[in-house]
C-alpha cells in the first residue's frame, strides 16, 4: 500500500498566520491527492481534490500544490474556525490511504 | 439537500457481527462510488472499502477483507457494509463518504455510527 506521511504532526498557529502543511507519497501518485478538514466529534469535510482543486464552498484561504510525490496544503490567514485536523489521503492506488493528521492549535 | 445517514452500530461481542446501513438522498446514489473509512476515537482516518456505482468492482483494505463485505441497493439509496468476526481492533466510529468529484475526492460524508466490540 502507499504510505502517506504527514509533517508536522502538530502545529501551533496564531489567527491571521499563513501556515503550511506536507503531505509525501511513498511513490508517485501524479495529482491523486485530497485534502480533509477534522473538527472534533465531526465528519472530514473535503477541502482541497486533485491536489489544487478547490470543493465548491471551501474559502480561498485554502489552497494546495503538489504532484509526484510531494504536496502541500496551504491556509493563508489563519480564522479561529480553521483549528482542526487535517488529513491528506492518496486516490491514485484503488486501496486509499490517509495520512496520520496534522492537528492545528491555536498558540 | 445532499445527506447520508448512517445506522446500525452498537455494542457486540468478539467474533460477533453487525451490518452498518448509509441511506443517501439529495444526489443521484446509483452514479457513484462509495466508501466506508473508520476512525478511532482519538485517532487518524483510516480506509475500509469502497464499491462502483453498480457493484460490479468492489476493494477492501487488508484488515477488512474476508470479514467485511461492502453491498449497495441502487433501488433504495442504500449502502451496507457487513461485518462478521468482529474483533476489539474492529471498534471505531464508521463513516461512509460519496465521491462525486474527481481524483477520488470524499465529496459527501455520513455523521458517522460507532461500532464498539466488546465482551
Known amino acids: 500500500d502507499i504510505q502517506m506521511t504527514q509533517s508536522p504532526s502538530s502545529l501551533s498557529a496564531s489567527v491571521g498566520d499563513r501556515v503550511t502543511i506536507t503531505c509525501r507519497a511513498s511513490?508517485?501518485?501524479?495529482?491523486?491527492l485530497n485534502w480533509y478538514q477534522q473538527k472534533p466529534g465531526k465528519a472530514p469535510k473535503l477541502l482541497i481534490y486533485a491536489a489544487s482543486s478547490l470543493q465548491s464552498g471551501v474559502p480561498s484561504r485554502f489552497s494546495g500544490s503538489g504532484s509526484g510525490t510531494d504536496f502541500t496544503l496551504t491556509i493563508s490567514s489563519l480564522l479561529p474556525e480553521d483549528f482542526a485536523t487535517y488529513y491528506c489521503q492518496q486516490t491514485y492506488s484503488t486501496r486509499y490511504t490517509f495520512g496520520q493528521g496534522t492537528k492545528l492549535e491555536i498558540k | 439537500e445532499v445527506q447520508l445517514v448512517e445506522s446500525g452500530g452498537g455494542l457486540v461481542q468478539p467474533g460477533g457481527s453487525l451490518r452498518l446501513s448509509c441511506v443517501a438522498s439529495?444526489?443521484?446514489?446509483?452514479?457513484?462510488?462509495m466508501h466506508w473509512v473508520r476512525q478511532v476515537p482519538g485517532k487518524g482516518l483510516v480506509w475500509v472499502s469502497g464499491?462502483?456505482?453498480?457493484?460490479?468492482?468492489?476493494i477492501y483494505a487488508d484488515s477488512a477483507k474476508g470479514r467485511f463485505t461492502i453491498s449497495r441497493d441502487n433501488a433504495k439509496n442504500t449502502l451496507y457494509l457487513q461485518m462478521n468476526s468482529l474483533r476489539a481492533e474492529d471498534t471505531a466510529v464508521y463513516y461512509c463518504?460519496?465521491?462525486?468529484?474527481?481524483?477520488?475526492?470524499?465529496?459527501?460524508w455520513g455523521q458517522g455510527t460507532t461500532v464498539t466490540v466488546s465482551s
Open positions: 511513490q508517485s501518485i501524479s495529482s491523486y
Open positions: 439529495g444526489f443521484t446514489f446509483s452514479s457513484y462510488w
Open positions: 463518504a460519496s465521491v462525486r468529484v474527481v481524483a477520488g475526492g470524499m465529496d459527501v
Open positions: 464499491i462502483n456505482s453498480d457493484g460490479s468492482t468492489i
